[in-house]
C-alpha cells in the first residue's frame, strides 16, 4: 500500500482484484513517453491513496494480461472494485485519472485544500503540481501547434537557440557546474558519448524556461535536441545511452564523435556521413549490407507488410493483434513476419526502420507506425485513404467515406477539437454530457479535414457542429444532445 508494484503473472493479479482492496492498474511501455509521464502521477497517487493497490502491467511483456483487459493503446488504466472492472481509462489525462482514482478509492487521506478544490482534482498534496503541470502540457499536446501560444519573437528566438548546435541541451546550470542532479546525468551521458553539445541554463531565463515548455510539449528539463529535434528527457537520454542506442541516433544524424584529447563543446571538424545505400540505408546505421538488403527484400514482400509478435493467425501480442485486426476489418491483403522467429531480424529493423517497438505496418515499403497510430489512422479514415492513394484498396467517393466514419463507433461524435482539447464550447458541452453519462464514444474532428467538414452538413442536412450520431442515425446538434441530458433521456437513447 502506498506504493506501485510491477505485476509479474496473470495469477498474482487476478488474486489482487479478488480481494476487498480497490486496484488501479496501469498498463504501459518502456518506449512510450506519454507512459513515462503517466507514471509520475501514477506513483504520487498511490501516496495519496494508500487504502488502494496501483499496479504496473508492461503490456507488451505480459500480452496475456493485456488481451484479457481488451488493450490496444498505452498509456492504459483499469480501475477495479470488488473483484470487477468499474471503469477504464486511455490515454494521458492527469486530471481524469486523478478524478477516477479517487471514485474508486475513496477520499485522498489528507484535509480539505481550496487549490484542490479550485482544479477540480481530489487528489494529494504531492500529486497535486505535478497534475497541473502535466495536465497543462496534455491538453496543449493534442492541438495542432503546441507552441502557437508563443509570440513570434520568442519563438524565433527558441528555434534559433535549438539550431545553434547539432546537439544542443537545456538544462539546470552549466555543463561545469550542473545545479541538478537530472542535467549532470544527461551532461556526463553526452561527454561518455564523445560528442560536442551546446547549452542553454534555463534558471537565467524565466521566458525561455517557460516557453521551451510550450514549444517543445515536454514538461520538465533538462531537454536534449539532436538537429533540431527533441529526444527528451533524463530517462529517455539514460535508456538509449544505456542500450547503446543514442550512440546509433548520433551517427544516423552524422553527429561527430571527438577524440579524448579534445573538450567537449570545442570545435571540430565533422565526419561525412556515408553516401546512402539502397533503400535508404547507409553504412553509418551499423547494419551490415547483407541484413540491409535482407530487411529491405521483407519489407517489400508485400505491398501491406506486418512485422509483428506470432503469426496473424496467432498473436504473440495485444498490440500485434490489434494491427490484425484492423487491416482485416479493411480487408486488406498482407503478408507478415513473427519478429520472435528471428533476432537478427527483430534487433536490425529497429535500427533499419529508426522505430524502436513492435508491430511495425509498412504500406508499399514505407513504415506507417505501430498499433498506436495505426488505431488512430482507421479512427479518423485516414488508414483507408493512405491504402487507397497507394492503389491497395480502390479510392472511396466521399459519401461512402462519410458512411465508414459515422459508423465507426457506435456513439460518434463530429466535433471541432478533441475530446481532450475541445475547439469551441459547443463540442465541449456536448464532449461534458457524454462523459458525465459515462457513454464510450468515437470523435472526429472536422476541423483537420476540410472535405469531411463540408461533406457531413450536405449529407445529414445539419448545418452546424457538432453532430452526435448513433448506430449510423443523427442524433442532433449541442442544443438536443444537452436538452436529452438534462432530461435524463440521453444514456437511454444511446443504449437502446
Aim: aromatic letters at 8%.
Amino acid at each position: 500500500m502506498g506504493s506501485v508494484k510491477d505485476v509479474q503473472s496473470k495469477k498474482e493479479l487476478d488474486d489482487a482484484i479478488r480481494g476487498p482492496t480497490p486496484v488501479v492498474l496501469h498498463f504501459w511501455a518502456s518506449w512510450c513517453e506519454a507512459s513515462k509521464q503517466m507514471d509520475q502521477v501514477f506513483a504520487h497517487l498511490a501516496t495519496d491513496f494508500p487504502h488502494a493497490f496501483f499496479l504496473r502491467v508492461e503490456a507488451e511483456e505480459q500480452p496475456e494480461i493485456s488481451e484479457a483487459y481488451a488493450v490496444s493503446a498505452v498509456p492504459y488504466f483499469v480501475f477495479c472494485k470488488d473483484g470487477k472492472t468499474v471503469d477504464t481509462l486511455e490515454g494521458a489525462n492527469p486530471s481524469s485519472l486523478a478524478n477516477k482514482v479517487a471514485k474508486v478509492a475513496g477520499p485522498a487521506n489528507l484535509a480539505e485544500s481550496a487549490a484542490l478544490a479550485s482544479l477540480g482534482v481530489a487528489a494529494g498534496p504531492t500529486v497535486l503540481e505535478t497534475v497541473k503541470e502535466l495536465a497543462k502540457d496534455n491538453g496543449s499536446s493534442h492541438r495542432e501547434s503546441p507552441s502557437s501560444d508563443l509570440n513570434d519573437k520568442l519563438k524565433l528566438h527558441l528555434q534559433q537557440l535549438v539550431n545553434s548546435h547539432p546537439i544542443f541541451l537545456f538544462m539546470k546550470g552549466s555543463p561545469e557546474e550542473p545545479k541538478c542532479g537530472f542535467s549532470r546525468k544527461v551532461v556526463e551521458i553526452l561527454k561518455e558519448e564523445g560528442v560536442q553539445f551546446g547549452s542553454f541554463d534555463i534558471l537565467t531565463d524565466n521566458e525561455v524556461r517557460e516557453g521551451m515548455k510550450k514549444f517543445s510539449n515536454w514538461p520538465t528539463y533538462p531537454q536534449l535536441f539532436c538537429k533540431g529535434e527533441l529526444l527528451g528527457g533524463s530517462d529517455i537520454a539514460i535508456a538509449l545511452h544505456e542500450s547503446g542506442e543514442l550512440k546509433d541516433v548520433f551517427r544516423d544524424h552524422g553527429i561527430p564523435v571527438v577524440s579524448s584529447e579534445n573538450k567537449v563543446g570545442a570545435s571540430a571538424k565533422p565526419e561525412l556521413p556515408v553516401s546512402g545505400k539502397s533503400g535508404g540505408v547507409s553504412d553509418s546505421t551499423g547494419l551490415s549490407a547483407a541484413l540491409a538488403s535482407h530487411l529491405e527484400s521483407l519489407i517489400n514482400l508485400c505491398p501491406v507488410m506486418v512485422f509483428m509478435k506470432g503469426k496473424p493467425e496467432e498473436p504473440k501480442c495485444g498490440f500485434s493483434r490489434k494491427v490484425v485486426e484492423i487491416l482485416q476489418q479493411e480487408k486488406v491483403a498482407f503478408e507478415s513476419f513473427d519478429v520472435l522467429s528471428d533476432d537478427e531480424v527483430r534487433q536490425g529493423l529497429k535500427v533499419y526502420s529508426n522505430w524502436s517497438s513492435y508491430p511495425q505496418l509498412y504500406i508499399k515499403g514505407e513504415l506507417i507506425g505501430g498499433s498506436d497510430i495505426v488505431l488512430e489512422m482507421q479512427k479518423s479514415g485516414e488508414l483507408k485513404n493512405v491504402l487507397a492513394e497507394k492503389g491497395i484498396v480502390p479510392k472511396e467517393n466521399c459519401e461512402d467515406r462519410l458512411k465508414n466514419l459515422i459508423s465507426s463507433s457506435a456513439v460518434m461524435l463530429f466535433m471541432k477539437g478533441t475530446p481532450d482539447a475541445p475547439r469551441c464550447g459547443y463540442s465541449s458541452k456536448v464532449v461534458d454530457a457524454l462523459q458525465k453519462e459515462g457513454i464510450s464514444f468515437g470523435s472526429f474532428d472536422i476541423l483537420s479535414d476540410e472535405e469531411v467538414r463540408q461533406g457531413l452538413k450536405t449529407f445529414s442536412n445539419w448545418p452546424t457542429f457538432p453532430q452526435l450520431y448513433y448506430k449510423g442515425e443523427l442524433i442532433g446538434g449541442s442544443d438536443i444532445v444537452l436538452e436529452m441530458h438534462n432530461n435524463g433521456e440521453l444514456k437511454s437513447a444511446l443504449s437502446e
